[in-house]
């Protein structure tokens, strides 16, 4: 792990401010997955949900200010970014601690998870599933090396396909990440 040395300008700066360090999680390809996936999410539902009129005109969905949609999913907390993500696709934490319990990691709480959470939820994105989303996330593009072989390099891109192709995608990635997640912690 990278640390500042000590004695020097950065270190003087960081006891100036009085800062704590404290790792939340790495900075990895994985975590930056995630945390593009999870801003998909909320860009995919945004669009899967503008086209519906709640009959009183009234605001429910947090998804998008014209959706009727009153369902779990829709009118819980928000979920806008990688930890509330988290928070919601597992069992909360036990205070002062800093890993989630093994069984919401592995999908096996009958409390929580992708699926009970997250997807299957909303009778809007039920039946919307066909609807066609484009989203940011990684996405594996051919280049030429140096010595003019081609290979394969992920990068930030915008991929369009059914909002069901997305949701599948989405939950697989998430079950792997929660236990890379885990051990990166």
């Known amino acids: ?19 704590v360090w404290q790792v939340v999680c790495c900075i990895c390809v994985h975590h ?5 996936r999870v801003k998909a999410l909320q860009v995919a539902r945004k669009h899967v949900h503008r086209h519906l009129e709640h009959p009183d005109g ?8 014209h959706c009727c949609c009153e369902c779990e999913t829709c009118s819980t907390g ?9 928070d919601t696709v597992m069992c909360p934490r036990r205070e002062e601690q800093r890993h989630y319990d093994m069984a919401c990691v592995l999908g096996l709480c009958a409390n929580c998870g992708f699926d009970r959470k997250v997807a ?28 003019g072989k081609k290979k394969k390099v992920l990068q930030e891109g915008t991929k369009s396909q059914f909002f069901l192709d997305f949701m599948n995608e989405t939950r697989a990635f998430t079950g792997e990440f929660l236990k890379h997640d885990f051990l990166a912690r």
């Open 78 to 86: 928000p979920c806008d970014t990688l930890q509330q993500f988290l």
């Open 120 to 147: 299957g939820q909303c009778p809007v994105e039920t039946e919307r599933q066909q609807c066609w989303v484009s989203t940011r996330q990684h996405v594996n593009v051919d280049v030429v090396d140096g010595k």
């Open 58 to 65: 009234d605001p429910i969905c947090r998804h998008h200010t």
């Open 1 to 19: 792990m990278w640390q500042v040395p000590s004695g020097s300008a950065a270190q003087a700066f960081i006891d100036h401010l009085g800062l």
């Open 32 to 36: 930056r997955g995630m945390v593009l």
